[in-house]
Structures are given as structure tokens and as C-alpha cells.
């Protein structure tokens, strides 16, 4: 390390790339990079490295310069270009500057957090809430502070990565059961010594296949069993239930969930995440937390537009309503086409085509792009069983004739690769 | 047989189905280098082994278990806690 003069970064000196003893730390990434390779060399586009050169509303972007529809992205209810949400960000951006450098118990606690947390009981009708930078953390927060190595944490195998590095950085004994299995759950929470806690971690929406859990069931169990629960409603929030707080209020256990983690980049359009609480000791996780302390709180533009758009979240039937008809129809249009679909009928805002491999999955996907229709592409580990598929999902701004012209889309690509015959 | 080789020989009948290299299996063979399972299969021959035995395996025992032999102990220790 002392030749000072050849810095190991120097990008003008390629020799300097792979050190010259010992083993090369990436050397364990070596057939990641091998399969990504071999996959490009066919001709294809890299799904994993689009850019959006420019974003024209919620439900267009343009994509190497050619206007696309997105029905790929998590901006379920469109709110990202509402005037009342960017004019509330502009004002707080000017009023309160660029970003708040600093943690929220120090100097990162503004008017603006105060006021998009008071947004986010008055939405779910709790006494308490807690916003943190995203929801990756709002996760990791809950799961590794409130399970200790005595308690034990009971989760769904196809849980978010979220969850799982949660339960990594805590404690806790941590315990799968089958994906949405009640009878999997309850001979597990069977099983359990009686000494140490047990929370339950459910997810409202599962947001590989689109599918929801039977949560009425599920926290009826848990409950029976002694657990505390958690939904996480990040793919449900916003057009599910009477007030659109998730697939938890749609079933009816409301009153039995002790915790709701949230986020504000999906339905509320920006970046954040929440737990929410009825818990009359949650307050103290503010101190405890370590992904709530040891982090900088999000800037006064972002918790200006989640709080405008949260509050008109609680008022946008018509759009929840048109949705819903989105969601179905190209559900229904997808299958009359011919597609294999993760679900018998569209149980969420996703709508996942199953494909048989990469290579496929990755044709089809460019196809749709070169039609002008931009999917996510999933593929192991991320998906459950293995599975490669083109997730679509579905904006309350796409109009009626969008969805026509994206299925036109699916039948033109799907003949081209094949996979319709 | 004793109470642990009637556990291996049940820990090696629920490997099968999950052994599509047909790989030998013996006190020393590992999940990761010679059944070359992915957490995928882990996860569903775990819920197998936790339903047959009526234990439970955390995902922090998990960890520390590699080889088939490290498996059978673990269950006959848990059968014997439980």
C-alpha cells in the first residue's frame, strides 16, 4: 500500500484492478457474473440497468427516447405528479431548505415529520406513528428492536427482504412457516416453548405474485396462540378497505393488529417509511431503534408531499374504484390471451405472468419494452419456488384505453417470442 | 436400531426427495457443497424435518447445522428438549 503514486482506483490503469496476493473478495460473485454475461452476449437488454431519461406522469417515462407506458412500478394511485403534492414539496423545499442533516431524535425532527406523522394516525386512526427514512428501515427497525434473543419471531417464508434482515440484525429465534398456510402457522406456533415472546409477521400483499394472505385467519391464530402482530401493508395501503388503510382493515382485524409498517413509495408517491400503533410504550422506540437513531431523517420536500398525499388518499374512492377495474381487467384480458398468471383472479394491484425461464422471460420482456411498455422483471432468489416473472402493476392513471393498448402490447410480444403459440 | 439411527434413517428418507443428484448421503455429507441446495429447498425440507419429528429448527440453528450427521444430532436433541 505504499506506492502512493498508483492509486488501486486509477481507472487509467487497468493492471491495478485485481490485487496481486491473496483472494480476491469478489472471486464469490464470479458465476453471478458469468450467467449476466452469457445472458447479454445473446443480444438482449439488460433488464436490470434501464433509465428513465424522462418521467412525463405516472403512467409515461421516456426510455431511449421512446415515450413508454410504465406498468412496472409501485405508483399505485398515481400521486406523484399531483399539483397539491409537488406544489406542498416546492413550499417546503423552499421554506425549509434541501435536507435536514440529522437524525430524528437530534436535530432531524421538523415541523414537516411532526406533521406527516399526525397525517399518518389521523389515516389509520391510531395513536401513534413513527416515520422513518424507508421502508427497508421502518422493517429492519421493528423486527431487530422489539424481538429479543428470548422471543421469538414467526414469519412468512416469502416475507420481504426487509424482514429478513431485520430478524438478522436482532436477536431473536426466528421461525418460518409455509407461505400463507394457517394450519403452517398454527402447529408452529404449537410448537413454541411458553417462555419468551412472539411476534407474527404477516404482509398484507405479497408483492412477487401479487397474492394476499388470509389475515383474518392468520392474526385470529395468532392471537389465540398469544403473539403480537404486524401487517405490513406496503402494497396494500391506499385501495384496500374502507379508508384504504390495507388487505388488514379489508379483513376486518383492525382492532387485533399491533402493528401496521407502511411506506410512502408505493400508493403515497415519495419515500419514507411507518409502523403504526395503538401500543401505549411504542413512543419508546424512538429511542431504541437503531435504524430510527443512527440515520439521517428524510428531507422537508418529502414528508411535505407524503403528508399531502396521505390525506388525499383518504378521500380518493373514484380512483381506488378505477383501480380495482384496472387491475381486474387486465387480469382477465392477460388470461383470455393465453398467459399463465401467479393468481386465479387479480387479488391486488399486481398482476404477475409466469414465464418457464430466464432467457424467455428476458425476450418477452425486452419485446414489450421495444412495443413501448415498460414490466418489472423478477427472477430468483427474490421470487418464491424459482420462478421467473414479468410483474405488472397497475397505476389509477392508466385510462381504460392504456390497458386495451397494453394487452395489444402482451399479444404482439407474446406471439414474436413465443410464448403464446 | 437405536433411537439416532432411526432418526438418520428418516432425516435420509426425507432428503430423497429433495436429492435430485442422487448424491450419497452418510454422517458427512453437506446441504450446501454436495446436495447443492438453495434456501428455497432448504426452507421446504426444513418444514418437512420440523413436521415429521414435531420440532421446531430456528433459522438461527439453521446457521450452524451443514452436514447431514450436524442435522440428526440436532433433532435428537430437540426431540429429547421437547
Not at chain 1, 124 to 146: D, E
Not at chain 1, 246 to 270: I, L, N, P, R
Not at chain 1, 325 to 341: A, P, V
Request: net charge negative.
Amino acid at each position: 500500500m505504499t506506492e502512493a503514486a498508483r492509486t488501486p482506483m486509477d481507472p487509467a490503469d487497468e493492471t491495478a484492478v485485481a490485487p496481486s496476493h491473496g483472494r480476491d473478495l469478489f472471486s464469490k460473485f464470479d458465476a453471478l457474473i458469468a450467467e449476466r454475461e452469457a445472458l447479454l452476449d445473446t443480444g438482449v437488454r439488460d433488464p436490470f440497468g434501464l433509465v428513465m431519461e424522462r418521467v412525463l406522469s405516472p403512467t409515461r417515462a421516456v426510455v431511449k427516447g421512446k415515450e413508454t407506458i410504465l406498468l412496472g412500478t409501485y405508483n399505485y394511485m398515481g400521486m406523484t405528479f399531483d399539483p397539491d403534492v409537488v406544489a406542498a414539496g416546492k413550499q417546503a423545499l423552499d421554506e425549509f431548505g434541501a435536507g435536514t442533516t440529522g437524525s430524528r431524535v437530534l436535530n432531524g425532527t421538523y415541523q414537516g415529520h411532526r406533521e406527516v406523522e399526525e397525517a399518518l394516525k389521523e389515516f389509520y386512526g391510531t395513536a401513534h406513528a413513527m416515520v422513518f427514512s424507508t421502508g427497508y428501515q421502518a422493517n429492519l427497525g421493528l423486527m431487530s428492536t422489539i424481538a429479543g434473543k428470548e422471543d421469538y419471531i414467526i414469519l412468512d417464508a416469502d416475507s420481504h427482504a426487509s424482514i429478513y434482515d431485520g430478524c438478522a440484525l436482532g436477536n431473536a429465534q426466528i421461525v418460518r412457516f409455509r407461505h400463507n398456510s394457517v394450519e403452517d402457522l398454527e402447529r408452529r406456533l404449537k410448537r413454541l416453548p411458553a417462555e419468551g415472546g412472539r411476534l407474527v409477521v404477516l404482509e398484507g400483499v405479497y408483492s412477487m405474485l401479487g397474492d394476499i394472505a388470509p389475515l383474518k385467519e392468520m392474526v385470529e391464530v395468532a392471537k389465540r396462540h398469544g403473539a403480537m402482530v404486524v401487517v405490513d401493508e406496503a402494497h396494500g395501503m391506499g385501495f384496500f378497505g374502507e379508508h384504504g388503510r390495507g388487505v388488514f382493515e379489508q379483513a376486518g382485524v383492525a382492532d387485533q393488529v399491533d402493528f401496521v409498517v407502511g411506506t410512502f413509495s408505493k400508493s403515497v408517491g415519495t419515500v419514507g417509511g411507518f409502523v403504526v400503533s395503538n401500543h401505549p410504550k411504542f413512543e419508546v422506540l424512538r429511542l431504541v431503534c437503531r435504524p430510527y437513531v443512527f440515520t439521517a431523517s428524510l428531507p422537508p420536500s418529502v414528508v411535505a408531499t407524503a403528508a399531502t398525499s396521505i390525506r388525499k388518499l383518504m378521500h380518493a374512492g373514484d380512483k381506488r374504484a378505477h383501480l380495482w377495474e384496472n387491475s381486474r381487467r387486465l387480469h382477465q384480458g392477460l388470461r383470455d390471451l393465453g398467459f399463465t398468471l401467479a393468481t386465479a383472479e387479480a387479488e391486488s394491484a399486481i398482476i404477475a405472468v409466469l414465464l418457464p425461464d430466464q432467457q424467455t422471460t428476458v425476450m418477452m420482456w425486452q419485446a414489450l419494452l421495444e412495443a413501448g411498455v415498460y414490466v418489472n422483471m423478477a427472477r430468483p432468489p427474490a421470487t418464491p419456488a424459482g420462478m421467473y416473472l414479468l410483474r405488472c402493476s397497475l397505476c389509477a392513471e392508466h385510462s381504460s384505453e392504456e390497458v386495451g393498448r397494453i394487452l395489444e402490447m402482451f399479444e404482439v410480444a407474446g406471439r414474436a417470442t413465443g410464448v403464446l403459440s | 436400531m437405536t433411537d439416532r439411527e432411526e432418526t438418520f434413517a428418516k432425516v435420509q428418507q426425507l432428503i430423497e426427495p429433495f436429492n435430485k443428484k442422487g448424491a450419497p448421503l452418510t454422517e458427512a455429507t453437506t446441504f450446501a457443497g454436495d446436495l447443492e441446495w438453495d434456501s428455497l429447498i432448504v426452507m421446504d425440507f426444513v418444514a418437512s424435518v420440523e413436521d415429521e419429528f414435531d420440532i421446531l429448527i430456528t433459522m438461527n440453528m439453521q446457521a450452524e447445522i451443514e452436514t447431514v450427521g450436524q442435522l440428526v444430532d440436532a433433532v435428537e436433541q430437540l426431540r429429547n428438549d421437547g
